[in-house]
């Protein structure tokens, strides 16, 4: 099985997100740690409001 690499996730990611997503990012691959800074802020970029799903759950 091919592994994804860290910039097809990013893309893949931020180029697939609309807005209500909810994006789980589990920490069981490097690439996932990798990309996470770039991720927060490229979703920022496209004004996506970034909230803990607590916050999501007390709505």
Do not use: K, W, Y
Request: aromatic share 2%; proline share 7%.
């Amino acid at each position: 099985m091919e592994q994804t690499s860290a910039e097809q996730l990013l893309r893949r990611t931020v180029t697939r997100a609309e807005p209500g997503d909810i994006i789980v990012a589990h920490l069981t691959r490097p690439q996932t740690a990798q990309v996470l800074p770039d991720l927060i802020r490229r979703l920022r970029e496209r004004e996506f409001d970034l909230v803990p799903v607590s916050e999501l759950l007390s709505e």
